[in-house]
């Protein structure tokens, strides 16, 4: 009776396993359009995206045994944890489709990577593989249409007379700005990755959607300020205004 059942736990832990290292691809993958949507090479992410990818590879490899497994998944979730942060601050932004969809990707496929993995620990029934897959696609795409709905149907705001308009593209700002007090700053977001415009010491703090504008009045002392995008990973994005 034993050797009847062997093939059935091996086909079991093939199964889950290889959805494993899909989801760990899949992560892979988020990754890699976290860098095409913020239009540059981020070393730690291509990193990160290069050590899922080899992670699949081991899973497939060494499918039938359950440690390898488990360590894979111990390292998928520590991945995770150390991305936080990042993912965090983008997860509450779905109107910033660039920055959101790559984070719900990864975050779904990082979860359904680890109950892949103690599925196949488990030798759970493979008959379960198909609709995980399945339902771990629909959250993905139900995810990415609530976001592009999101985004493309955000206001635009519009300059004023007199408006200063502060360009933010390639994830830079200007080094220097200059305006008169009392007056309105436009911030206009040309990348497909939000940011936000804060001005040190002051209460100026606005949210920029992907490719969208707002607008913020600002009556402040003459004087020299610091400005910057508090986006995490966003650090560059930095300048001086000089109020007169």
Same mark, same amino acid.
């Given at each position: 009776?034993?050797?009847?059942?062997?093939?059935? +736990?091996?086909?079991?832990?093939?199964?889950?396993?290889?959805?494993?290292?899909?989801?760990?691809?899949? #992560?892979?993958? &988020?990754?890699?359009?976290?860098?095409?949507?913020?239009?540059?090479?981020?070393?730690?992410?291509?990193?990160?995206?290069?050590?899922? %990818?080899? %992670?699949?590879?081991?899973?497939?490899?060494?499918?039938? +045994?359950?440690?390898?497994? %488990?360590?894979?998944? !111990?390292?998928? #979730?520590?991945?995770?944890?150390? +991305? &936080?942060?990042?993912?965090?601050?983008?997860?509450?932004?779905?109107? /910033?489709?660039?920055?959101?969809?790559?984070?719900?990707?990864? *975050?779904?496929?990082?979860?359904?990577?680890?109950?892949?993995?103690? @599925? &196949?620990?488990?030798?759970?029934?493979?008959?379960?593989?198909?609709p995980t897959l399945y339902a771990v696609e629909g959250l993905?795409?139900?995810?990415?249409?609530?976001?592009?709905?999101? /985004?493309?149907?955000?206001?635009?705001? /519009?300059?004023?007379?007199?408006?200063? *308009? *502060?360009? !933010?593209?390639?994830?830079?700002?200007?080094?220097?700005?200059?305006?008169?007090?009392?007056?309105?700053?436009?911030?206009?977001?040309?990348?497909? #990755?939000?940011?936000?415009?804060?001005?040190?010491? =002051?209460?100026?703090?606005?949210?920029?959607? &992907?490719?969208?504008?707002?607008?913020?009045?600002?009556?402040?002392? @003459?004087?020299?300020?610091?400005?910057?995008?508090?986006?995490?990973?966003?650090?560059?994005?930095?300048? =001086?205004?000089?109020?007169?």
């Amino acid at each position: 009776m034993s050797t009847e059942r062997e093939p059935d +736990n091996r086909l079991h832990l093939t199964s889950w396993r290889t959805l494993q290292a899909v989801f760990l691809m899949s #992560i892979s993958t &988020a990754l890699v359009l976290t860098m095409i949507f913020a239009g540059a090479f981020i070393p730690p992410v291509m990193f990160f995206a290069v050590l899922y %990818l080899i %992670l699949a590879g081991v899973v497939l490899k060494w499918r039938f +045994n359950t440690r390898v497994s %488990l360590a894979v998944a !111990a390292l998928a #979730i520590l991945g995770l944890a150390g +991305n &936080a942060p990042f993912l965090m601050e983008d997860l509450a932004h779905p109107e /910033s489709w660039g920055s959101f969809i790559p984070a719900a990707m990864a *975050v779904i496929a990082g979860i359904a990577s680890v109950v892949a993995a103690v @599925a &196949a620990i488990r030798t759970s029934n493979t008959r379960l593989v198909r609709p995980t897959l399945y339902a771990v696609e629909g959250l993905t795409f139900f995810a990415i249409a609530v976001s592009l709905a999101l /985004s493309f149907s955000a206001e635009d705001a /519009s300059a004023e007379a007199g408006d200063l *308009v *502060v360009l !933010a593209e390639g994830a830079e700002y200007p080094d220097s700005i200059a305006m008169t007090s009392p007056g309105g700053i436009l911030i206009e977001n040309r990348d497909r #990755i939000r940011h936000t415009f804060v001005i040190e010491g =002051t209460d100026v703090a606005v949210e920029v959607p &992907a490719l969208k504008s707002r607008r913020t009045d600002v009556s402040l002392p @003459a004087g020299t300020y610091d400005y910057i995008c508090d986006v995490p990973g966003h650090e560059s994005m930095k300048g =001086t205004l000089t109020v007169q």
